[in-house]
């Protein structure tokens, strides 16, 4: 398999995820600017949507979408109890990565965008801490978002809320949230996936 990302964006989540299922693959990186590959590869022929992560299969095909290839990588390793089977938990893990996507990775895409006006900032960042704050208020009770047990869903958070410092918010701010954060960092197959990337803390 081939993964391609962007250093630090959501293209971590899978890439984590890969790490934790003990998956074969390689990384491609995409520059940010160009949307070329290292190999200069036009990225837009590869993945027309133009955003990472892209992940291509062993039989060609490709996958994009972070919930959806999280999913994928839970079933290449069923065994490793990346996700719940089946059930009422496997529906609260994707609650959980539908909450992330749609709430919490959303929210800080148009306080990134250079286009917003700078009017918006404040109220998105008041929307985005609101939604943080459900989060929080389940993490007080437990330790991960599906309970006991780590999940593809706590490396998703994990993930975007790295990009809380870039929107002068902290998350020590949520205290819960900081705990848990401080945890999925120490996984092995998380500072793997960090120190690859060139983001050593």
């Not at 200069?40 to 992940?55: F, T």
């Not at 079933?75 to 990346?82: F, S, V």
């Not at 960092?185 to 060139?198: I, Q, T």
Request: proline share 7%; with cysteine.
């Amino acid at each position: 398999m081939k993964l391609y990302y962007m250093p630090g964006a959501c293209s971590l989540a899978p890439h984590i995820a890969l790490r934790e299922a003990g998956q074969p693959f390689s990384l491609v990186e995409v520059d940010y600017q160009t949307r070329r590959t290292a190999a200069d590869q036009d990225y837009l022929e590869i993945n027309p949507k133009g955003y990472v992560p892209a992940l291509v299969l062993e039989d060609g095909e490709l996958l994009t979408e972070v919930p959806v290839i999280l999913q994928f990588v839970d079933g290449q390793a069923p065994d490793a109890g990346l996700l719940p089977a089946s059930g009422m938990p496997r529906l609260r893990a994707l609650e959980w990565l539908n909450f992330t996507a749609t709430e919490i990775h959303k929210s800080f895409s148009p306080l990134f965008r250079p286009t917003t006006p700078t009017a918006f900032l404040k109220p998105g960042r008041e929307h985005l801490s609101r939604r943080l704050a459900v989060i929080e208020h389940h993490l007080n009770e437990h330790r991960y978002l599906l309970g006991s047990d780590f999940s593809l869903a706590d490396a998703y958070l994990f993930t975007v809320c790295r990009w809380l410092g870039d929107q002068d918010l902290s998350v020590a701010n949520w205290p819960a949230l900081q705990r848990h954060f401080d945890d999925i960092r120490s996984r092995p197959a998380v500072r793997d996936a960090l120190a690859r990337e060139g983001l050593t803390e």
